[in-house]
């Protein structure tokens, strides 16, 4: 079936360094979107990519997406210790209604 | 709005217990979904609706029930609960959009945490 993996698994920065985290799905997708979840709490929703190669920016944060459609990044630039959490992409292939997540990359930052 | 509200917050239920969790969204939203996620661990999506009286299974459906019978609430429905279930479980609703089916941005709920003895 269908996997979405992400790497790292875990990510440890020092505050003010910057961080990737990426997202490789073995089929196509039609969207993808990123979530990041804070401890205890519940995904809050950060962007949707749906064209192929596609460079999203929200502030300090890029996301972009592959041009085959496969595969997603986000990077953090120079880290701060609100950024903690867990950032999770989710994808959905064509014809489907089905969000794959990601394993997700759990993000520490140190002061 | 109260976005998407989980009932309860908290459970623990015996083995072969039966119970249902609510889930309900005043956005009007055609889409809504449950996932699992389990200690560090992704969400899995249970099942999913794309609209009143349409569901359809997930990845992990075995043991549970869903039923739309309104565009609001999305109730799961554990049959007959098993020490393999506890986890936290997430609703989530989100807009569909209807010509090209790519859904748009969701929106979870605080969640269930369910133990199972």
């Known amino acids: 079936g269908q996997q979405v993996m992400q790497i790292p698994q875990y990510q440890h920065v020092q505050e003010g360094e910057d961080f990737t985290t990426y997202c490789n799905s073995s089929?196509?997708?039609?969207?993808i979107q990123w979530y990041k979840q804070r401890p205890g709490g519940h995904p809050v929703f950060l962007i949707q990519l749906v064209k192929s190669g596609e460079v999203k920016k929200q502030k300090r944060l890029t996301f972009q997406f592959g041009e085959a459609k496969k595969n997603s990044s986000l990077h953090i630039t120079a880290t701060q210790t609100t950024d903690v959490g867990t950032y999770f992409c989710a994808g959905i292939t064509s014809g489907t209604y089905k969000y794959i997540f990601g394993t997700g990359t759990r993000l520490k930052v140190l002061a | 709005n109260a976005g998407v509200t989980q009932t309860p917050k908290f459970q623990v239920l015996k083995t072969g217990q039966s119970m249902t969790l609510q889930c309900a969204q005043d956005?009007?939203?055609?889409?809504m979904s449950w996932y699992r996620q389990d200690p560090g661990m992704g969400l899995r999506l249970i099942h999913y609706s794309v609209g009143a009286g349409i569901t359809d299974q997930g990845e992990v459906p075995n043991g549970y029930n869903v039923s739309r019978s309104t565009t609001e609430d999305f109730p799961l429905r554990l049959l007959s609960a098993a020490p393999s279930q506890t986890s936290v479980y997430f609703c989530a609703s989100s807009y569909m959009s209807a010509t090209s089916g790519r859904g748009n941005e969701q929106f979870f709920g605080p969640g269930t945490r369910l133990t199972v003895l």
């Open positions: 956005m009007n939203h055609e889409y």
């Open positions: 089929t196509t997708l039609s969207n």
